[in-house]
């Protein structure tokens, strides 16, 4: 399971009512050793109260990972 996809549960145990403690042990009973740690749960469960509904992750600022253009793939393939 991916990180968005633990989001959209732990957004669901928010709306029915369920406290971070309660996440995470449903979590954990389901998921073991992937689930995500009751620090980042907090964090999340904080975003929500504050009326985040959305689990995306936010846009960052700064240098991308990874750009794969013609003309790099062009660069690339003369050194060889």
Not at 22 to 47: D, H, M, V
Not at 50 to 71: C, F, I, M
């Amino acid at each position: 399971m991916n990180q968005e996809q633990f989001r959209v549960l732990i957004l669901h145990y928010f709306l029915v009512g369920k406290n971070t403690v309660q996440a995470k042990q449903y979590l954990e009973k389901c998921y073991k050793n992937s689930a995500p740690s009751g620090t980042r749960i907090k964090r999340w469960f904080a975003n929500f109260k504050r009326g985040r509904r959305d689990t995306d992750d936010a846009q960052r600022s700064g240098r991308s990972n990874e750009v794969v253009t013609p003309e790099i793939i062009k660069k690339s393939t003369k050194s060889f």
